[in-house]
Structures are given as C-alpha cells and as structure tokens.
C-alpha cells in the first residue's frame, strides 16, 4: 500500500490555554494518533507544528494558536496492530478469521480485520478502506470474549455477517475448542449423554437457549472426546477434551455449560466454570483450535483454519503434576515423621484407628483424600493432634488465634488460674494449645457435633490435660443458657474459629475442602450467620464473662468490617494477622 499522509489542524481554545503541547496533542489528536507513543514520535520527527513553527513538546499554547499535525496512516495502523496480539488466519473477499490471543477486545478485532488486510495489500481485501484516514471496522460473527484466545469470523458487511450467522444457524459451520475440565472425564459419560436437561431445568434451559440464540437441542451439536489427564493437588484429576460445537455463534458458552452439565465443569472464573487454584486469573482455561465453513465466496469449496493448541494452557497441566507431586511428596513426609498410627496408646476406646504403617499407596490424593485423614494426626502450634473426617484440620493460620488468646490472657489475666472456653472445639487442638502455652489455665471445649468432642476427648488424653479440660456439648445459640456450660465459669477469654465460608464460595471451592465437615465450615447470611448467634447470645448473658473477659474470632479474608459491624457494641481490643499477612483473628472486650 502506498504511504498515505493525512493532515489535521486544530485551533486552541482558551480551555487548553497553557497546556502543554504534548499532552494537548493526546487529548485533541486521538483519532489519528492511535496510541500515546505515535503522538510523541510525531512531535520529535517535527511532524506537528504550532502557527507553523516546529517546536518543544513542553511548549505551553495559547488561545487562538494553531496546531498542525501530519500522520502517516500506514505507519498509524502498524503501530496499533503491533500493540495488538492478533494474526490474520484466512481470507477471501468481505471475509477474514483472525486469531485473537487472551485480552483482546471485540472492537480491536473488528478493527484489526481490515488493518490487516490493508497492510498485506491483499486481493480480498473487499470492504476494507479508509473513511478520512480512519480503518472502517468489520463485523464479528461469532463470539469474541477477552480472556479467551478464539478464532472469530469476521465479515466486510453487515450483509455478509448475516449471510454467515445463516450458516451457522443451519450446522454448516464447525468450531473446534480445547479445554481443560474438572476431574477425571469418563468417554463413556459423554458417549452416554443425549443431550437432554433435567426435567426440574427444562423451562430454565429453553429461557437461556432463547436468550443466546441457541436452538433447544443445542447439546445434541456438541461433541467431545477425552484426551490427556493429569492429576491435579486440587480437583484429583484434570481432563484435556477436545471439542466440536455447531450451530452456535457462541460455541465457548455452549461447551462451558455443556461440560458444567456433565458435572465436569471447565476450569475458570466465569459462568459455568470452577475456580483452579493457582489459576484464579485465568479467565476459561480453553482455547478455539479450528474453525470449518463453506467459502461464501467460492462456491463449493470448504474453509478450514486450524492453530496449535497454546502452550499456556499445556503449561497449567504441567505445573498442575508438578504440584500433585510437591503436595504427594509432602504428605508422604507428614506419614513418615508421625510413624505408624495404630497402635498409639493415647486414644480413647472410642475412637478406633484404621490407618497403620501408611505407605506412599496409601496417600489418595488422585481423590483430594487430606493426609491429614490418611495418617489420621496433625502438627498444631508444635503438637500433635489427632483428626477425623468428623473435624477440620486445623491450618497454621488459626494458630494465630492462639497466640492472640494467649498475648490477651497473659497481658490482662486477673486471677491466678485463667479459664477459657473454646466455641466450636472440634478437634481441640486450640483449647488444648492454650492450655500447653499457658500452665496456669483450664477451659472446657464446645461442640455441637459428638464424634468430634469425642476426638477432642481423645486429644485430651494424648496430651495429659484431662484434668485442665472438659468437652461438653452445646451450640452456639444456647452456650450462655446452658447451665452445665456456666457452672465452668465465669470465663476470661472465649476462642472461637466459627465456619465462615458462604454458601456460594463453598460452591465454587476445590474438593479437598469436601472431605471435612460442612458443618464447621460453611455459613449463611454471606459466611456471618455464626457471629450473629453468638453475639446474640452474648447478649442474652455476658455474664458467661469476667467483668473484664474477651472473646476472640478467627474471621475469613475480608470480613473484618462485617465482623466489627456486628459487635460494634463491644470494645475491639486486638486485630492480628495471619503468617500471609491478612487480617485473621479479631478481639473484643465485653461491654
């Protein structure tokens, strides 16, 4: 293409009086100077004058000056098209298929259609000109989402669009996707699938197909094949499937939903995926491979575009095996430091043991099995304690709620011999730590759920603080009324580390999570229901406290302000954070 200058002149009004002449050319010169870079160029190659004189891009205009600029067009659109990551894969006249990489938008796709075509000076280039030293966009066909690397049609006309969207309509254009999914993907499951939704998401499913502009039986278009499958620390396994979608100008939504349907869902953070740790900000984990159409412009002939699968997306599968292997190779060390576990003498007689002398077959992670529960003991605060599918394993996060409880008790302690109740004890582990960190203390540990006090008990045991602690039923509604609880009493510190995960983030979290007990996990009203029932418990009777008495919360990330908001009636006494450095354990003095 012949190099093309184009020319503007603006006229300063008083508004940009006194700006300097750089910035003012961004501003009032962003249609043709593309991206800040061309502007500063220009002004160094003397190509913007001001009343005819070459000068500073530090100038500062005057009302009334006049600003020329000369643009050399060709040069313009390269520059844009290097900033962009998009690559011409196939044309014919009035029709392109680009490959887009991952963040880039649908105008830049429209727009880079043409460009390219220009640029390469192609004969098919029908369609794309020039209004006024501007590229005239295209029109995309199918769907162009930012975070995923597609191949997209892209039409001349508005014509053309249409004339396509018809062949897509009718199965007559194919696009082939690779992704990577939950678990471990069974062919058969897919083979086995007619495409049809449950009865109770018959009507939900025809609304979405109508909204997209998909036919109803849009699942039977949609074919899938099993490849590769690697393990994965946090959802066992992960599947490499290859896809066909047809008749769909929105094949990617389809096969999230489709694999999401299967009970496999896509890895990704948008509708109808689930979260990948370690690739949170990944968008979907898939990737378009191929496109086939009928030429619009050929008759007869068939278009066929096809592109490797991105290495991105082989290196998620790669480093998913390098962290199964890190995580395998650390419960191994976890069993093999806690020896055999059967025969230890420390347990009570009801809780029976079924894990001795573990061997490396034995650490289930393919299934997000915790080693915690293989080996059946945990390290917490430098102790060991015993675990069950009936607690959670304490993380070493919550060991800042015990070095909080212990700071308040050692700094404010007013009798000889502190007591502190832990709501919610599960295991024990943080009552039990306490009460090794701090001689001079007892506490009795709550827990609505018995196989869990019962384990608690057994830690107790383990630990030769049977005569400092007690495990005693009760719930968070009723602990204030509950007359066996307050003849315990009254006490200096109350430790709590109540389930904080809302419903909709359990949804959306990684299987390991699944093995231990929702119970003392998971929470309505957004994750704060089980500080609304203590609080109003409190309320009830405070007396449960010393007139000085404190009662510490382990809170999720980002919940301290509701938190606070809902003891905004007591005093807060202590904020302290976790080893990551997040906010993890607040105190409050009772009012």
Known sequence: MDAMTLVRERIVSAYYAGSKLRNYIVHEFRDVFMIRADAITAMRQKRVLVNGRSVLDSHQLADGDRVRVEVNVAHAIQSRLHSLDVELKYSEPGLAILLKAP???????????????????????????????????WFSVNEVEKGVRSLVIVAATEERRDEVARSIASGLVRFGIYALCHGNVPQSSIDGFDGNVDIPETEVFEKWCLYNHLPVDIFSHVSVKVGSVVKSPSSGHISAVRALVSHATSPNLVLRRFMFTLGYPIAGSQNYTRLLPNHKDKGALLAYLSVEMPSLAYAGQQVSVAVDVPPKLLAVCEREERFYDKRLLRAQSEIN?????????????????????????????????????????????????????????????????????????????????????DLGTGSGCILLSLLLAIPDTCGIGVDISEPALAVARSNSQLHGL????????????????????????????????????????????????????????????????????????????PNVLTSEGCIGFEIGKDMERGVRRIFEDWKEVGAFK??????????????
């Open 337 to 421: 430091e806690l020896g055999p576990v059967g025969d230890s003498p420390c347990l009570g007689s009801d809780i029976s043991l079924s894990v001795s002398d573990t061997s490396m077959s034995d650490v289930t992670l393919a299934e997000d099995r915790p080693s915690a529960y293989v080996t059946g003991f945990k390290q917490f605060c430098g102790h060991r304690f015993r675990v069950t599918p009936d607690t959670l394993i304490p993380r070493p996060s919550t060991e800042t709620l015990v070095d909080a409880a212990a700071r308040v008790l050692t700094e404010t302690g007013t009798r000889s011999l502190s007591r502190v109740l």
């Open 578 to 591: 976790d080893g990551q450095g997040f906010l993890r354990v607040i105190v409050f003095q009772r009012p």
């Open 466 to 541: 049977e005569e400092r602690s007690a495990m005693l039923h009760g719930s968070f509604e009723g602990f204030t009324t509950d007359t066996i609880i307050l003849a315990e009493g009254p006490f200096d510190f109350i430790a709590c580390n109540p389930p904080y995960i809302s419903v909709g983030k359990a949804a959306r979290m990684h299987n390991t999570v699944g093995h231990e007990p929702s119970l003392a996990l998971v929470a309505d009203d957004g994750g704060y229901q089980a500080y609304r029932a203590i609080h109003a418990s409190l309320a009830t009777n």
């Open 103 to 137: 963040g880039v938008v649908w105008p830049d796709v429209e727009w880079a259609a043409p460009a390219l075509l220009m640029l390469a000076d192609l004969p098919g280039n029908h369609g794309a000109c020039l209004d006024d030293g501007r590229v005239v966009p």
